[in-house]
């Protein structure tokens, strides 16, 4: 079992008497934005109703949702022309149309309908930041990622659903995650990092030493085929690797629940198996993540350039295959230690 001190995730204190605040940058997004009165005034009244304590469930869902698409509006727009569905004329479809291509739809996590069945409850920094300091964050993690995992999924279902009708095909679709209150609970680490997890199956770091010579000789991740569910059923950890997942260009992390999205809290992490690739240029300037020319490895980057970063790996990033403790596998390729694309569970509902 592995423990950990409450800090980081454990540190991040959610602060209802912060929502006041929210309220005010969030109006003047809102006031700011290029959308008709009708719809301004729409969102704003919603929001202003889940902002009140009586219409609140114990983790404010429904506004960081809100908060979340609000957000995305003042953050879309400097990669271009920006569309947003709008909610006070029932339209369907995506929540955001960048530059007349790009569909991007925006869903927020939640902890779950009941967090005492899963046994998450006892591990919320609600419940243990007055404790003796210690959780185990391996189990606490396993939950998290599975709460995750379904909200990425759930915007999959919403694209076949739409398919053809309000979303066109051939088109990148890109889902815009916000962790929502879990973000007070979730290391993403840096770059937020920790989303490979789920995306394509990153287990725990490892070393391979000569037990000659007691040299490391090597070193990267071990590779997980999928994670269980509090009730002990399989959800794929390897989304992007999944054939259900094939209709998914990326995945936009916005790791910051209660302050303006920048490209210092919110990263794009590609689908190397994408159908319609979205290039990353259609996000200049941000932080994103995609594989190597040669399908080998799958790490962050900056304006083409990979970047060095704290991890297993001598030069920062995480091996796509070769090492018997390969991060993920190689793109388009089966490895004996990892599962082919069509052998992958599909995700599961949490």
């Given at each position: 079992?592995?423990?950990v001190k409450?800090?980081g995730?454990?540190?991040?204190?959610?602060?209802?008497?912060?929502i006041?605040?929210q309220l005010?940058?969030l109006?003047?997004?809102l006031?700011?934005?290029e959308?008709?009165d009708?719809?301004?005034?729409?969102?704003?009244?919603?929001?202003?109703?889940?902002?009140?304590?009586?219409?609140?469930?114990?983790?404010?869902?429904?506004?960081?949702?809100?908060?979340h698409?609000?957000?995305?509006?003042?953050f879309?727009?400097?990669?271009?022309?920006t569309?947003?569905?709008?909610?006070?004329?029932?339209?369907?479809?995506?929540?955001?149309v960048?530059?007349?291509?790009?569909?991007?739809?925006?869903?927020?996590a939640?902890?779950?309908?009941?967090?005492q069945e899963?046994?998450?409850?006892?591990?919320?920094?609600?419940?243990?930041?007055?404790?003796?300091?210690?959780?185990?964050?391996?189990?606490?993690?396993?939950?998290?990622?599975?709460?995750?995992?379904?909200?990425?999924?759930?915007?999959?279902?919403?694209?076949?659903?739409?398919?053809?009708?309000s979303?066109?095909?051939?088109?990148?679709?890109?889902?815009?995650?916000?962790?929502?209150?879990?973000?007070?609970?979730?290391?993403?680490?840096?770059?937020?990092?920790?989303?490979?997890?789920?995306?394509?199956?990153?287990?725990?770091p490892?070393?391979?030493?000569?037990?000659?010579?007691?040299?490391?000789?090597?070193?990267?991740y071990?590779?997980?085929n999928?994670?269980?569910?509090?009730?002990?059923?399989?959800?794929?950890?390897?989304?992007?690797?999944?054939?259900?997942?094939?209709?998914?260009?990326?995945?936009?992390?916005?790791?910051?629940?209660?302050?303006r999205?920048?490209?210092d809290?919110?990263?794009l992490?590609?689908?190397p198996?994408a159908?319609?690739?979205?290039?990353?240029?259609?996000?200049?300037?941000?932080?994103?993540?995609?594989?190597?020319?040669?399908?080998t490895?799958?790490?962050?980057?900056?304006?083409?350039?990979?970047?060095?970063m704290?991890?297993?790996q001598?030069?920062?990033?995480?091996?796509?295959?070769?090492r018997k403790?390969?991060?993920?596998?190689?793109?388009?390729a089966?490895?004996?230690?990892?599962?082919?694309?069509?052998?992958?569970?599909?995700?599961?509902?949490?």
């Amino acid at each position: 079992m592995q423990r950990v001190k409450l800090q980081g995730a454990g540190g991040k204190i959610l602060k209802n008497e912060g929502i006041s605040r929210q309220l005010c940058e969030l109006y003047t997004v809102l006031g700011d934005a290029e959308i008709p009165d009708d719809e301004r005034t729409f969102r704003k009244q919603h929001l202003q109703w889940a902002a009140e304590p009586a219409n609140q469930d114990p983790f404010a869902n429904t506004f960081f949702q809100l908060a979340h698409e609000i957000r995305s509006l003042a953050f879309l727009p400097q990669y271009g022309n920006t569309r947003m569905a709008y909610d006070s004329k029932h339209e369907g479809g995506a929540d955001f149309v960048l530059n007349g291509a790009v569909y991007v739809e925006c869903v927020c996590a939640s902890p779950g309908r009941n967090v005492q069945e899963s046994g998450l409850d006892p591990l919320l920094v609600r419940n243990t930041v007055n404790s003796a300091g210690l959780i185990d964050y391996a189990e606490k993690n396993r939950l998290l990622k599975a709460r995750l995992t379904n909200s990425l999924q759930n915007k999959v279902d919403f694209y076949q659903k739409h398919l053809d009708r309000s979303i066109p095909g051939g088109q990148p679709y890109v889902i815009f995650l916000s962790p929502g209150y879990l973000t007070y609970e979730w290391f993403e680490e840096e770059y937020g990092a920790a989303l490979t997890e789920i995306l394509l199956g990153r287990g725990q770091p490892t070393i391979t030493i000569n037990v000659e010579t007691g040299k490391v000789v090597a070193s990267g991740y071990a590779h997980e085929n999928s994670l269980s569910k509090y009730n002990g059923a399989a959800i794929n950890c390897n989304l992007f690797c999944s054939p259900d997942f094939k209709c998914v260009s990326g995945v936009l992390l916005a790791a910051a629940p209660d302050e303006r999205y920048t490209m210092d809290n919110t990263f794009l992490f590609l689908n190397p198996f994408a159908e319609n690739r979205l290039p990353p240029s259609a996000f200049q300037g941000l932080v994103y993540w995609d594989s190597t020319s040669d399908g080998t490895k799958y790490c962050p980057w900056h304006d083409g350039k990979p970047i060095k970063m704290d991890s297993p790996q001598s030069d920062g990033s995480t091996a796509l295959s070769g090492r018997k403790h390969a991060h993920v596998l190689r793109v388009g390729a089966r490895q004996d230690r990892a599962p082919a694309r069509g052998d992958l569970p599909r995700a599961g509902s949490v």
